[in-house]
Nanobody, 115 residues
Framework: QVQLVESGGGLVQGGGSLRLSCAAS????????MGWYRQAPGKQRELVAV???????NYQDSVKGRFTISRDNAKNTVFLQMNSLKSEDTAVYYC?????????WGQGTQVTVSS
């Protein structure tokens, strides 16, 4: 079992920045990848960024060049640095951990970007 706790969401003006954190605990050795999804009101949940155990990263096209996913292996924590935020980035952001047997999700943290 894995527990994920997100933090760092909030209200920010367009063009501003936020840094999300996701701390994982439990069966850390079973995690193959971690990343972030987001879900805006009335929209499907979509993948934002992912980082694999090997360090490979992938991003949704709309956030490339603005968002950066990184990790601190010693602290079992994944970060999402979000720069040049736009109103379209407003959503609940969910951390996830991909295990061999199943996926785990955090509780979500709200990011609101004002115009």
């Amino acid at each position: 079992q894995v527990q994920l706790v997100e933090s760092g969401g909030g209200l920010v003006q367009g063009g501003g920045s936020l840094r999300l954190s996701c701390a994982a605990s439990g069966s850390i050795f079973s995690i193959t990848a971690m990343g972030w999804y987001r879900q805006a009101p009335g929209k499907q949940r979509e993948l934002v960024a992912v980082i694999t155990r090997s360090g490979s990263t992938n991003y949704q096209d709309s956030v490339k060049g603005r968002f950066t996913i990184s990790r601190d292996n010693a602290k079992n924590t994944v970060f999402l640095q979000m720069n040049s935020l736009k109103s379209e980035d407003t959503a609940v952001y969910y951390c996830y951990a991909d295990l061999y047997t199943r996926n785990y999700w955090g509780q979500g943290t709200q990011v609101t970007v004002s115009s």
